[in-house]
Nanobody, 116 residues
Framework: QVQLVESGGGLVQPGGSLRLSCAPSGSTATIYVMGWYRQAPGKQRELVATMTSGGSTNYADSVKGRFSISRDNPKNTVYLQMNSLKPEDTAVYYC??????????WGQGTQVTVSS
């Protein structure tokens, strides 16, 4: 089992920055991929960024050049640095972890609101 605790959401003006954190616990050694997804009202959940245990990253086209995913290896905490935020980035952001055999785990979600 893996538990994920997210933090760092909030209200920010357009053009601003936020950093989300996701701290896993439990069977963290079995995690192959960690990442962030988001879901805006009335829309499907979509991938934002992922990072494998080997350090390979993947980003949605809509966030490339603005968002950056990173990992603190000793703590296994994963971060999402979000810069140049736009109103369309407003969503609930969910941390995701995938074990090596494919089982998914989700955090509780953290609200990010970009508004003036």
């Amino acid at each position: 089992q893996v538990q994920l605790v997210e933090s760092g959401g909030g209200l920010v003006q357009p053009g601003g920055s936020l950093r989300l954190s996701c701290a896993p616990s439990g069977s963290t050694a079995t995690i192959y991929v960690m990442g962030w997804y988001r879901q805006a009202p009335g829309k499907q959940r979509e991938l934002v960024a992922t990072m494998t245990s080997g350090g390979s990253t993947n980003y949605a086209d809509s966030v490339k050049g603005r968002f950056s995913i990173s990992r603190d290896n000793p703590k296994n905490t994963v971060y999402l640095q979000m810069n140049s935020l736009k109103p369309e980035d407003t969503a609930v952001y969910y941390c995701n972890a995938i074990q090596s055999w494919g089982k998914h785990y989700w955090g509780q979600g953290t609200q990010v609101t970009v508004s003036s």
